[in-house]
């Protein structure tokens, strides 16, 4: 076959070409226009220009900025994003996104569906929530729902793996929302028939229809049941882990603090375990190393706070390299305390304790200024913060200022005895006949000093005699008694066998026994056998609510009340004038 010479006219040609090239143009320009969407959905820009940002005024829009960074303080940012919040103008649909630029987007429909006929606590609650369960997908890398807005939008795709991932998102964010303080147990409704929190949510959605891509309501509800059963068993733990560091027994606080930090690791914990390892610290020191001066270092009871005093400071003597070792140990579990909570007090005293230990003035004076910063008339901090500055500056005498605020703190009862005992060793160092007059003020009163700083008090002057044992008031009866042999003991083991108990085994450590606890407020430890420890509380101090302690061997105050050390292994927690728990050990 033979093929004509067939011409294409020139304008033709250049139409052809046209057409050919605007046919791959604009089939590209699709693509690319798809692509970019995507793309800078990942940035939160992209969300502010379609929507706009939501009024920082509005009371509840500035409320949820405040929640967001005490829950970010509290979650795993293990990418370093330091993530930021953004809300966007959209009010009607509630929605959530964590993007891979370290944002979260919250719609104001979102803010405000966390209120919605709700007390604020639970809103508060319900608000953290959202925002951990986010920051939990951003720690893990979890983007996928950037396409359907978010992890409570009501809508995406239906893949097993994302079910699986929503529902880690789900038990992290109501950990992070539990770690920043908030009362996540009102998440999960009530017995009265109040709905828990993803059936209000979803209630509240304009399509009103389960999201195939996140497990039902009722089922996150049943997970997240899960974690608050587990933390309430295991908060025993921590509470047993505090009363036994109080009482002076830190090894064994350590294992109880260290189990309880796998399913809570909060600040508190993180502060108690930083305090042990100090004390362990302190007993690796010599005397006139560890107790010359009188410093503060603060253990947690619960809620916010105890302060258990012990002396603190170093001269010229060398610290031995296991001492060294521990310092070290304590530092790090308080840098972590510190970083997990940026308004965190008393993590901040005991690592400016640490440093000043460590020789390191300067990292002590910019720790100290911190929690200084946040309660500038807390006399541990103005103490602590004295002696620091007066070892300083080398070239500034600094010894004035801190003399002037010793003074002043030796006329606040709470504080009296310590700044009076501090003054003293300040006046003799420096020579001055004063510290004769100051130490005969402090051996006054006896009952006042703990056992290491009396043992200071006596190489300088006669101190009164003493004895503890007359401080112990009479125990009343107990269901069972303080180092009953539970192993033998038929009464008693009847008496329990209706408690709830907690059994632990730390073998490695040669440490196991059971915690009970029974439904009118006792806490007994069992350690091999043993009524160890019983805390009591609730209605178990029916008959002896006002039982006195009115000379205690030491008293601390606390966030929620004052522990009053009555005698050997007695220890009673006082708020608002009242005992509402007593301590007793073997």
Not at 524 to 529: A, D, M, P, V
Request: aromatic share 10%; proline share 6%.
């Amino acid at each position: 076959m033979k093929y004509r010479n067939f011409k294409i006219p020139r304008i033709t040609a250049l139409l052809i070409c046209f057409l050919i090239i605007f046919a791959i143009s604009a089939g590209s320009s699709r693509n690319l226009k798809k692509t970019s969407v995507a793309s800078a959905k990942n940035y939160a820009d992209y969300w502010i220009e379609k929507y706009g940002q939501a009024d920082p005024k509005d009371p509840k829009i500035k409320k949820a900025y405040t929640i967001f960074e005490k829950v970010r303080d509290a979650a795993d940012d293990k990418k370093n994003r330091s993530p930021k919040l953004k809300i966007v103008n959209s009010p009607d649909d509630p929605w959530a996104i964590a993007l891979p630029d370290g944002n979260v987007i919250l719609s104001a429909g979102a803010v405000r569906n966390c209120y919605r006929n709700v007390s604020e606590s639970e809103g508060d609650a319900r608000m953290a929530f959202v925002i951990g369960h986010e920051l939990a997908h951003m720690a893990d890398d979890h983007f996928w729902h950037l396409e359907v807005f978010a992890a409570l939008s009501g809508r995406g795709m239906s893949t097993e793996s994302v079910l699986e991932k929503e529902t880690k998102a789900d038990d992290q964010g109501f950990l992070y929302a539990s770690l920043a303080g908030y009362q996540t147990d009102t998440l999960l409704g009530n017995k009265d028939g109040k709905a828990d929190f993803f059936t209000a949510w979803m209630a509240q959605l304009p399509h009103r229809k389960t999201d195939p891509t996140h497990p039902s309501p009722r089922k996150r509800a049943d997970v997240l049941q899960s974690r608050l059963k587990t933390l309430s068993e295991k908060i025993f733990l921590f509470r047993f882990g505090v009363r036994l560091a109080h009482f002076g027994r830190y090894e064994d606080a350590r294992y109880f603090l260290e189990d309880f930090q796998k399913v809570f690791p909060s600040a508190e914990v993180l502060n108690n375990l930083g305090y042990c390892k100090l004390q362990l610290a302190i007993a690796e020191m010599p005397p006139s190393l560890s107790y010359e001066f009188w410093l503060p270092a603060v253990m947690d009871v619960r809620t916010r706070a105890e302060d258990i005093i012990r002396g603190n400071q170093r001269t010229g003597q060398e610290l031995t390299q296991d001492a060294k070792n521990l310092l070290k140990e304590a530092g790090d579990y308080l840098k972590k305390a510190c970083d997990a909570d940026q308004n965190y007090i008393p993590s901040r005293i005991n690592l400016a304790v640490i440093h000043f230990y460590l020789g390191e003035n300067y990292k002590a004076r910019a720790v100290i200024e911190e929690a200084y910063r946040l309660k500038a008339a807390d006399p541990d901090i103005r103490m602590l913060r004295a002696i620091i500055m007066m070892g300083e500056a080398p070239d500034a005498d600094m010894w004035p200022r801190a003399e002037k605020i010793m003074r002043e703190l030796s006329e606040i009862p709470e504080s009296r005895t310590a700044a009076l005992y501090n003054l003293a060793v300040m006046y003799e160092q420096r020579g001055r006949t004063q510290a004769g007059e100051l130490w005969k003020t402090v051996a006054k009163a006896p009952e006042k000093l703990p056992a290491p700083f009396r043992a200071q008090v006596e190489r300088r002057t006669p101190v009164p005699a003493f004895s503890p044992k007359k401080l112990r008031p009479e125990i009343p009866s107990l269901p069972v008694p303080i180092g009953t042999d539970l192993k033998e003991d038929e009464k008693s083991r009847k008496i329990m066998e209706t408690w709830n108990k907690l059994s632990f085994d730390y073998r490695m450590r040669k440490l196991t026994g059971t915690i009970y606890s029974s439904p009118n407020g006792i806490l007994l430890l069992e350690l091999y056998g043993f009524a160890e420890m019983i805390v009591l509380s609730g209605e178990a101090l029916a008959d002896i609510r006002n039982f006195p302690c009115d000379r205690p061997m030491m008293e601390n105050r606390t966030a929620s009340g004052t522990l009053c050390v009555c005698g050997p292994g007695y220890t009673v927690l006082k708020q608002a004038g009242k005992i509402t728990e007593i301590w007793l050990q073997r």
